[in-house]
Antibody, heavy 128, light 107 residues
Framework: EVQLLESGGGLVQPGGSLRLSCAASGFSFSLYAMNWVRQAPGKGLEWVSSISGSALGGSVNNAHYADSVRGRFTISRDNSKNTLYLQMDSLGAEDTAVYYC????????????????WGQGALVTVSS | EVVMTQSPATLSVSPGENNTLSCRASQSVSRNLAWYQQIPGQAPRLLIYGASTRATGFPARFSGSGSGTEFTLTISSLQSEDFAVYYCQQYNNWPLTFGGGTRVEIK
């Protein structure tokens, strides 16, 4: 069974930093692209960042970012720990959201960039 | 950036009714379109991918169609557990983008 468990959320002051983790189990983590999607309180879904897997057809650890976070957030993965990370720097009130970790379907060994399985989310609140 | 527009924003329906949700892309996304269901307080769940392929665990009353810029999600004979927010997402171009969502509520 695929399981994704986010951690590291909390309250941080504007301008501060936070690192989210997503512990994955139930699948061969290194083979799959992984993603972060966020949802501000009462709002819709917003894609944040994605990182490729090591399966066929993609560059290893190729990362993509939304314009709203590029230069401030860094996605990474530790395949030896089956863990995805999101380092968030220079946080502002607009970054307040539930952050979801999501797994790519990886059909046939390729990255598809939609979200097959989701974690339960980690709440990040940016406030003084 | 591909802008995804969903309509209507809210749909008030009675159990047992059939309904169609719309998702429009600002440029062609081929059939690289997914739908998600989000029940309040829960994480989203993948519902449809490839515009029309139903994900595991969803019944046949959910169906997706469309290609290019126009897509629809049809829910036949709505059940109580179907009242939720539905989002479309294109994965044809970077950045990945979602529609604003359609809330399906009980009339």
């Amino acid at each position: 069974e695929v399981q994704l468990l986010e951690s590291g959320g909390g309250l941080v002051q504007p301008g501060g930093s936070l690192r989210l983790s997503c512990a994955a189990s139930g699948f061969s983590f290194s083979l799959y692209a992984m993603n972060w999607v966020r949802q501000a309180p009462g709002k819709g879904l917003e894609w944040v960042s994605s990182i490729s897997g090591s399966a066929l057809g993609g560059s290893v650890n190729n990362a993509h970012y939304a314009d709203s976070v590029r230069g401030r957030f860094t996605i990474s993965r530790d395949n030896s720990k089956n863990t995805l990370y999101l380092q968030m720097d220079s946080l502002g009130a607009e970054d307040t959201a539930v952050y979801y970790c999501a797994k790519d379907p990886g059909f046939g060994g390729y990255d598809y960039w939609f979200f097959h399985y989701w974690g339960q989310g980690a709440l990040v609140t940016v406030s003084s | 950036e591909v802008v995804m527009t969903q309509s209507p924003a809210t749909l008030s329906v009675s159990p047992g009714e059939n309904n169609t949700l719309s998702c429009r892309a600002s440029q062609s996304v081929s059939r690289n379109l997914a739908w998600y269901q989000q029940i309040p307080g829960q994480a989203p769940r993948l519902l449809i991918y490839g515009a029309s392929t139903r994900a595991t665990g969803f019944p046949a009353r959910f169906s997706g169609s469309g290609s290019g810029t126009e897509f629809t999600l049809t829910i036949s004979s709505l059940q109580s557990e179907d009242f939720a927010v539905y989002y479309c997402q294109q994965y044809n171009n970077w950045p990945l983008t979602f529609g604003g969502g359609t809330r399906v509520e009980i009339k």
